[in-house]
């Protein structure tokens, strides 16, 4: 019974990841409060868990993106100008967080930032934010004056790519959120609002597939149990499934809407989290 009630849980952090991933409300933070209220152990399996479920979720996104991808594949086969500028933007826009996220690994950080109180924090300066950049970004009064923002990836330039990349480092910091640093980042850099969640998924591919791949590398896969290979592999398609409904519905949400409804749901979480910890719930 106990095997069948983590399996379970599993499945119910799956449907967390996929609803969270990205949307910009932070999936990490996400994962370390459900775990937190299901009484999951914190122990290197959930870590490796928490990380590894995400790879579902960004399966779902290359398979939404793959038509594009293979398109710019093959035009940077025939060395074409728009093939090499996509996939220049593409690296340069992932190499901030690789190397930050290398340094993380090394340091360990992972025992410093993932609890409630970091995440609570993070889900309120991220919120925070995101008003204030959404707010200044719509009124033109940041890279680019209001409605003449980039619009399509071929015009993005490389300092552009640099600026989402470096404010995508924030989204090591569990509850600030990688969808939401990098569509910041493209505020900052003057995208439009669609362009910027547009490149968020492109960067989340490698950065994502890096981070399961090194998690998957480094953990010990000695003495894991049938309950917790079972978990790992609903986790991981659950995430997938539910990502793949979301990732559609997010992308039609932005052309129509601001994301300061997102803002505030973090900020209305994060006082639902100062209660609980008060009430020693968490």
Same mark, same amino acid.
């Not at 983590?6 to 990841?17: L, N, Q, Y």
């Not at 999951?40 to 779902?60: C, H, N, R, T, W």
């Given at each position: 019974?106990?095997? =069948?009630?983590? #399996? !379970?849980? /599993?499945?119910? *952090?799956?449907?967390? $990841?996929?609803?969270?991933?990205?949307?910009?409300? @932070?999936?990490?933070?996400?994962?370390?409060?459900?775990?937190?209220?299901?009484?999951?152990?914190?122990?290197?399996?959930?870590?490796?868990?928490?990380?590894?479920?995400?790879?579902?979720?960004?399966?779902?996104?290359?398979?939404?993106?793959?038509?594009?991808?293979?398109?710019?594949?093959?035009?940077?086969?025939?060395?074409?100008?728009?093939?090499?500028?996509?996939?220049?933007?593409?690296?340069?826009?992932?190499?901030?967080?690789?190397?930050?996220?290398?340094?993380?690994?090394?340091?360990?950080?992972?025992?410093?930032?993932?609890?409630?109180?970091?995440?609570? =924090?993070?889900? #309120? !300066?991220? /919120?925070?934010? *995101?008003?204030?950049? $959404?707010?200044?970004?719509?009124?033109?009064?940041? @890279?680019?004056?209001?409605?003449?923002?980039?619009?399509?990836?071929?015009?993005?330039?490389?300092?552009?790519?640099?600026?989402?990349?470096?404010?995508?480092?924030?989204?090591?910091?569990?509850?600030?959120?990688?969808?939401?640093?990098?569509?910041?980042?493209?505020?900052?850099?003057?995208?439009?609002?669609?362009?910027?969640?547009?490149?968020?998924?492109?960067?989340?591919?490698?950065?994502?597939?890096?981070?399961?791949?090194?998690?998957?590398?480094?953990?010990?896969?000695?003495?894991?149990?049938?309950?917790?290979?079972?978990?790992?592999?609903?986790?991981?398609?659950?995430?997938?499934?539910?990502?793949?409904?979301?990732?559609?519905?997010?992308?039609?949400?932005?052309?129509?809407?601001?994301?300061?409804?997102?803002?505030?749901?973090?900020?209305?979480?994060?006082?639902?989290?100062?209660?609980?910890?008060?009430?020693?719930?968490?």
């Amino acid at each position: 019974m106990d095997g =069948i009630i983590f #399996v !379970i849980k /599993a499945i119910v *952090m799956g449907i967390v $990841e996929g609803l969270s991933e990205f949307l910009p409300i @932070s999936s990490t933070g996400h994962l370390i409060i459900t775990q937190h209220l299901l009484g999951l152990p914190d122990d290197e399996f959930e870590k490796m868990f928490s990380v590894v479920i995400q790879l579902g979720a960004i399966l779902a996104v290359l398979l939404l993106f793959w038509p594009r991808i293979w398109d710019r594949l093959k035009s940077l086969f025939r060395w074409e100008k728009s093939g090499r500028h996509f996939f220049l933007v593409w690296i340069i826009g992932c190499v901030p967080a690789v190397v930050l996220g290398l340094i993380y690994e090394v340091l360990n950080l992972d025992d410093y930032l993932f609890s409630v109180p970091t995440v609570t =924090i993070a889900l #309120v !300066i991220g /919120a925070l934010l *995101m008003l204030w950049l $959404e707010k200044r970004h719509d009124s033109g009064s940041l @890279s680019k004056a209001a409605g003449d923002w980039t619009q399509d990836m071929q015009q993005i330039t490389v300092r552009q790519a640099w600026v989402v990349g470096l404010m995508q480092c924030l989204s090591l910091w569990p509850g600030f959120s990688r969808s939401a640093a990098t569509i910041m980042g493209g505020w900052v850099a003057g995208f439009s609002t669609p362009l910027a969640a547009d490149y968020s998924f492109f960067l989340a591919i490698p950065i994502m597939f890096g981070a399961s791949g090194l998690k998957l590398f480094t953990f010990s896969f000695k003495g894991i149990t049938l309950s917790q290979v079972t978990a790992l592999l609903l986790g991981f398609l659950v995430a997938f499934i539910v990502a793949l409904l979301v990732v559609r519905a997010f992308m039609a949400f932005l052309h129509k809407h601001k994301l300061r409804g997102f803002a505030y749901y973090r900020l209305v979480l994060a006082v639902l989290l100062v209660v609980l910890m008060a009430a020693k719930v968490l």
